[in-house]
């Protein structure tokens, strides 16, 4: 309701400056500025003894003068009090204690109050001076209060509880004028207290001069009592009366299955879920994938526009949103996302279009359409929201109405279905950089979040520590682990150096894992350690989680399907690095099964859209290749056999964790470690087997998508200007376009 202006008999005179009792403790001086004197001057109020706080407002009169009122804690004794304006004073009046002061007369104060004025007056109370003089609880202030309110409207009406939402929290609804205009807050009246409820609320759309449903939650840790709230808007204010009877809903479950339509009112409910603790978003999971939404698309037609949203996923900074929109008349205008307010937001000033196709009318028919996919900023997602809501815009003005079908909630399901918004094909900078980028970084820093380690369990391991860790991340594979062990028990320097840290990234194997390396031990009587994460968080994760686990001054990082070819490679890695101290990081030479060259150090080069991406030298080449057999300073190596000093990987924070599922987080750190000062080496007398990348075929988010490409363009992007100088300042045209050739020449044959 609108402020009232109704005639009042009460008029006040405040020529003379009159004090009030406010609260029990709080008073307030109020006073009228003299015509005479100018309204933008200061005026002040001094007393002996300054109180704090003093807080002050000037409202309007209604004759176009200005009233000054001041609220403070007076003394316990009666106080010479000033008014002064540009060090002339004005008044002089005696304040005495709050005990010996007349209660406020609303009626009189407001009497002469312009209609802003008494609203500005009634904001003041509920939130400056309530806040600043801590009134909240105090009775009289609360019947000052109640008074404001009665005087400016003619009584409330009613608000009803829907259900109960939480524990000791309600679901209340009620009905708001449309012309009251936005609300701007609302407060709570109770015996007990004023309060500020949550600044979150549902406001529905209706036509003009209509009453919008309004709905907001409100804690009452105690059985329901009645309340008052108050709506603040910049038009006025509002009053509603909530009523002690009982809920209209049984329980949250009730109220959601009988608003299954109420598509504004679920999705409050959902961003109210989650954002509370113990179980919110859960339970705001748990309703949608019971209840969800019907899913909307619109058909495609060869003489009408046809759209269908496929990838809605709300994260923390925003939405990420795909699918297709096919338009043969020339009439689709964009697609907009609708808030739960009802505020379509266009997304495609910033989304990323390619050739697709979608299913024909015909069962196994393929029709061509437009793929997009887009990114949308939001200052305040809306929660684990799991079917956000969308609508076709046509160029005529009129809108049709999309529903995506229930997104995942999961960090790792979401990342999956954002790698395979845009085929590989049409993975370029536009599509990462403002889009796919901002929303795997989303996702990834929410899943690192997530992954813990679970457990861990030793085997035999020593008091003393040992001068080397061997790292082993497995990751579902543990068909080389008896190779690569047994190889590792028969090198007599590593059994008296080395320890093994296993980290189990794939938990669901834990008791086949924990069976196999207690039998392995039994065996070759090796010390190690288990490391068991709590679900599958990519290859840097399991790393850093066994660094932190390893005790030994060198680290070897090393893959499961990497298996030594003879005794002393270790050792021909690890000396180096304790011998020469500006040498950061060292690799050996990889072979594959066959014999064939995989790695003799990593190089750089840029393939056809200007990413740089990583290259082995020689990789092709027969093992015993002259120029593989050189040690050498390389501008990198593989994180399949890295051996670093621990101090070092530490100091530069080990690998990187945002690149997705594994790839070019070992380049990533040979370029932090030479940033840090250090040196890269490559050594051809220490040589393994690497059966490559027989884990990561495993991963379906790493095989199925855009992944590779991400790493490598995140990479680029990181490292752009410090790998041209790079590749510039260490290897010769010639010698990049030799490895190059050879390379090709063996992928052609």
Request: include cysteine; charged fraction near 25%; proline fraction near 7%.
């Given at each position: 309701m609108t402020f009232d202006e109704r005639a009042r008999d009460a008029s006040g005179n405040f020529d003379k400056a009159k004090a009030f009792r406010l609260a029990s403790e709080a008073a307030v001086i109020i006073w009228d500025i003299p015509a005479a004197l100018p309204v933008a001057a200061k005026y002040t109020l001094s007393l002996p003894h300054q109180p704090v706080p003093l807080v002050s407002m000037m409202v309007p009169l209604a004759n176009g003068r200005q009233r000054v009122l001041w609220a403070l804690r007076p003394r316990t004794e009666p106080e010479q009090v000033e008014i002064s304006?540009?060090?002339?004073?004005?008044?002089?009046?005696?304040?005495?204690?709050?005990?010996?002061?007349?209660?406020?007369?609303?009626?009189?104060?407001?009497?002469?109050?312009?209609?802003?004025?008494?609203?500005?007056?009634?904001?003041?109370?509920?939130?400056?001076?309530?806040?600043?003089?801590?009134?909240?609880?105090?009775a009289v202030f609360i019947g000052a209060v109640e008074d404001a309110l009665y005087a400016l409207t003619s009584g409330p009406r009613p608000a009803n509880f829907l259900c109960r939402i939480a524990e000791g929290r309600y679901l209340v609804e009620t009905a708001i004028s449309a012309e009251f205009g936005e609300i701007g807050a609302i407060y709570a009246l109770g015996a007990n207290g004023i309060l500020p409820l949550s600044s979150h609320f549902l406001v529905g759309a209706q036509p003009a001069r209509a009453h919008r449903p309004c709905h907001f939650v409100i804690e009452l840790p105690r059985p329901p009592q009645p309340l008052l709230f108050v709506f603040l808007g910049k038009k006025g204010i509002a009053l509603r009366e909530l009523s002690t009877g009982k809920t209209r809903y049984p329980n949250l479950q009730t109220l959601w299955a009988e608003h299954r339509g109420a598509a504004p009112l679920r999705e409050f409910v959902v961003r109210w879920l989650s954002g509370q603790p113990e179980g919110g978003a859960a339970t705001a999971v748990d309703l949608q994938l019971r209840l969800p939404l019907p899913s909307r698309q619109i058909v495609k037609s060869g003489t009408h526009p046809a759209a269908e949203i496929d990838l809605a996923l709300v994260l923390s900074g925003g939405l990420i949103a795909?699918?297709?929109?096919?338009?043969?008349?020339?009439?689709?205008?964009?697609?907009?996302?609708?808030?739960?307010?009802?505020?379509?937001?266009?997304?495609?000033?910033?989304?990323?279009?390619?050739?697709?196709?979608?299913?024909?009318?015909e069962e196994g028919s393929r029709t061509d359409v437009t793929g997009f996919v887009a990114w949308l900023p939001l200052d305040q997602p809306p929660g684990v929201l799991l079917q956000p809501r969308f609508q076709m815009r046509l160029a005529s003005g009129a809108a049709k109405p999309l529903v995506p079908k229930p997104q995942p909630f999961e960090p790792a399901a979401q990342r999956n279905r954002i790698l395979r918004a845009v085929p590989p094909q049409h993975a370029i900078d536009q599509a990462f950089r403002t889009i796919l980028a901002p929303a795997i970084e989303d996702v990834e820093q929410r899943l690192g979040k997530t992954i813990t380690v679970d457990c861990t369990k030793d085997y035999g391991l020593h008091e003393k520590a040992p001068l080397v860790s061997i790292v082993v991340p497995l990751y579902r594979v543990l068909d080389f682990l008896r190779f690569q062990l047994s190889g590792m028990a028969t090198d007599p320097w590593i059994v008296s150096n080395a320890e093994i840290v296993y980290v189990l990234d794939s938990p669901e194997i834990q008791d086949q894992t924990e069976h196999l390396l207690g039998g392995l031990h039994l065996l070759h009587g090796l010390p190690m350690k288990l490391v068991v994460m709590n679900r599958n968080g990519g290859y840097a994760r399991a790393c850093n989680a066994g660094a932190r686990f390893a005790r030994g001054a060198v680290l070897v990082m090393l893959n499961s399907d990497v298996v030594p070819r003879a005794a002393g490679w270790l050792q021909k890695l690890a000396r180096p690095l304790l011998d020469e101290m500006k040498l950061g990081a060292i690799g050996p030479k990889l072979v594959f099964e066959d014999g064939s060259l995989q790695?003799?150090?990593?190089?750089?080069?840029?393939?056809?859209?200007?990413?740089?991406?990583?290259?082995?030298?020689?990789?092709?080449?027969?093992?015993?290749?002259?120029?593989?057999?050189?040690?050498?300073?390389?501008?990198?190596?593989?994180?399949?056999?890295?051996?670093?000093?621990?101090?070092?990987?530490?100091?530069?924070?080990?690998?990187?964790?945002?690149?997705?599922?594994?790839?070019?987080?070992?380049?990533?750190?040979?370029?932090?470690?030479?940033?840090?000062?250090?040196?890269?080496?490559?050594?051809?007398?220490?040589?393994?087997?690497?059966?490559?990348?027989?884990?990561?075929?495993?991963?379906?988010?790493?095989?199925?998508?855009?992944?590779?490409?991400?790493?490598?363009?995140?990479?680029?992007?990181r490292w752009n200007g410090v790998i041209a100088e790079l590749m510039a300042a260490r290897l010769s045209a010639a010698e990049v376009g030799a490895s190059l050739n050879k390379a090709a020449a063996r992928s052609a044959a």
């Open positions: 304006a540009e060090c002339s004073n004005l008044q002089s009046f005696v304040l005495r204690p709050v005990r010996d002061l007349p209660a406020l007369d609303v009626e009189a104060l407001f009497a002469d109050l312009s209609p802003e004025g008494c609203l500005k007056v009634l904001n003041n109370l509920l939130t400056a001076w309530r806040s600043a003089l801590r009134l909240s609880r105090d795909g699918g297709w929109y096919h338009d043969p008349t020339s009439t689709f205008a964009g697609i907009d996302y609708l808030t739960e307010n009802g505020t379509a937001l266009p997304l495609d000033g910033n989304w990323y279009t390619f050739p697709a196709w979608a299913r024909g009318a790695h003799a150090g990593l190089y750089f080069a840029r393939d056809k859209r200007g990413v740089w991406l990583n290259h082995h030298f020689h990789k092709g080449m027969p093992g015993d290749y002259p120029p593989a057999q050189v040690p050498r300073p390389v501008p990198g190596v593989t994180g399949a056999c890295l051996v670093a000093r621990r101090d070092i990987y530490e100091f530069v924070g080990g690998y990187t964790e945002d690149y997705v599922i594994g790839d070019y987080e070992d380049s990533d750190l040979c370029l932090k470690i030479r940033r840090a000062g250090f040196d890269i080496a490559y050594e051809p007398s220490a040589s393994l087997y690497h059966f490559e990348r027989r884990s990561i075929r495993r991963s379906p988010d790493y095989m199925r998508g855009v992944a590779s490409q991400y790493n490598a363009w995140l990479h680029t992007e």
